[in-house]
Structures are given as structure tokens and as C-alpha cells.
């Protein structure tokens, strides 16, 4: 689902080389058939309601899983995040977006309907646009999370999170994205790393709204490019080691939730 979603973000802009994959996804959403993702991903709005992106459970979880879970999200999480596309914020300096006349039918029969409508829309994108292609990005994806692991397993977390993105900092306590965003996090429960082949720029993804529900925040980072380049041979100060077993828990609370669609 979560590949589907970051696909979809190519509606706003062709991030660098991946010019292929933007007229695909415009093709698959300009037919009409998609028009409230297209409204959701392409307009005006800088924020996609969590709702559409299931927090991902394990690489393995089926598409349709996540599919039934963004067809019963429940309201009181799908009508305050459809709001906050609408009215936009001020404080995170994120624009609103007009709800456009054909989908004001769908929003006036309920959150529920809403909801079961995107996931129609998401089962009939996948099918069209990423289906034909997803071993090739799954091997890409796969390439990327076992170089993450063998980089924290030999040389430290911190120097595998230096080397996500010229974007991304990390001083050994603070993790600092560039982002025209305002975005900051005091606190939480972990951060999700999650790998995609359709940004050139890292990405933050923040629940809006506080409290037992909230969930944790995401980080989206361009995925490396296969045969890239070796395992770096220089090692870190003892400080910034993990061993392996402290490497792999950290790999399974931050990486491995990776979902396969």
C-alpha cells in the first residue's frame, strides 16, 4: 500500500529521472476512474491523510489486508484527516485544497462510504499501473533494507542514517530533515524507515493529531540504486557501533516494517 501511495505523489511533481513512472501514474489517474486519489495525491493540499497509508505490519502483509483496512478506517480518524486536506495549516505552512464538485456526493454520504471508495480506487491503480512492474521494485526495495542491515551490522546506526540522504542529519540524538515543512517531534515511539523508488527527496510523514492513537512517524528515503557502490570500508568511533543483535533489533523496530505493496 505504501508503495502505491509514494507512487501516486508523482501527480505533484516528476522528482528527478523518474519521468517513466510520473506519465504512468498520470495516465492511470487521468481516465477518471481515480479521481478522488487523484484529488487527495494531486491537488493543492501537502498533507495525505494517514488513513490511506495503514501503519505497515511486516513485509509480507498482503495487499488486500491493508486494502480492508483502508476501507474500514474508522470515522473518527477519516473525517478529522479529511479535514485537515480541506482547511489546510497554518502553523506546518500547508495549504488547503478545494473539494472539487464531483466528490462532494461521495464526502456527503459518510466517512465509511469515502473510505471503501479509496480503497476501490487503490485496488484498481495497483492493478493497473504498479502491478506489471512490482518484482522489479521489490527487488529494488529488498536490495536497499539488506544493505541498511549489513551497514548497521558493521559500521553503527549512526552511519547508516547519515548515509539516507544529503538531507538527513543525525547528531546522535536529533534526526533533522530539510523539508519546507514545520515539522518538530519531541518525542516517539520509534521511527518508521521506509524505502521508496518514486522520491529523489527524503520525506516525512507526521500524524497531525495527538493522543493513544497517534501513531509513529514515517520516513521515506530514496531507496539506493542496485550495485550502487560497496559497503563503506571506514569504521565509525567505537561510540556509534551497535552489535549485531542490538543492530538487528534496531533493524526490526525502524526497517523491517516495510510493507510489499
Not at 486536506?85 to 485544497?97: D, L, Q, R, Y
Request: hydrophobic content about 45%.
Amino acid at each position: 500500500m505504501n508503495t502505491a501511495s509514494h507512487a501516486l505523489l508523482l501527480l505533484r511533481s516528476t522528482f528527478g529521472d523518474q519521468r517513466v513512472w510520473a506519465r504512468r501514474v498520470r495516465q492511470a489517474v487521468g481516465g477518471g476512474q481515480l479521481a478522488a486519489l487523484g484529488w487527495l495525491y494531486g491537488g493543492q493540499s501537502r498533507y495525505i491523510p494517514d488513513f490511506l497509508t495503514p501503519y505497515p505490519a511486516g513485509q509480507q502483509e498482503a495487499f488486500a489486508d491493508e486494502l480492508h483496512q483502508v476501507a474500514t478506517a474508522p470515522a473518527s480518524r477519516v473525517g478529522p484527516e479529511l479535514d485537515l486536506v480541506v482547511t489546510g495549516s497554518v502553523k506546518a505552512a500547508m495549504p488547503g485544497a478545494p473539494l472539487p464538485r464531483p466528490l462532494l456526493g461521495l464526502i456527503e454520504r459518510g466517512e465509511r462510504p469515502l473510505a471503501g471508495h479509496a480503497a476501490a480506487e487503490f485496488d484498481l491503480f495497483w492493478r493497473t499501473a504498479l502491478a506489471p512492474y512490482w518484482p522489479d521494485v521489490r527487488a529494488a526495495l529488498d536490495a536497499d533494507i539488506t544493505y541498511r542491515a549489513h551497514l548497521i551490522a558493521r559500521h553503527g546506526l549512526t552511519t547508516m542514517l547519515s548515509t539516507l540522504h544529503p538531507h538527513i542529519t543525525w547528531d546522535g540524538s536529533d534526526l533533522y530533515i530539510a523539508s519546507p515543512f514545520h515539522c518538530h517531534v519531541p518525542r516517539a515511539d520509534g521511527l518508521v524507515l521506509i524505502p521508496t523508488v518514486f522520491l529523489t527527496a527524503p520525506l516525512m510523514s507526521v500524524d497531525p493529531f495527538p493522543g493513544p492513537a497517534r501513531r509513529r512517524p514515517f520516513l521515506l528515503y530514496p531507496a539506493r540504486p542496485p550495485h550502487r557502490d560497496p559497503l563503506p570500508t571506514t569504521a565509525p568511533p567505537s561510540h556509534a557501533l551497535l552489535g549485531p543483535a542490538r543492530a538487528a533489533l534496531v533493524l526490526s523496530k525502524c526497517m523491517c516494517q516495510l510493507t510489499s505493496r
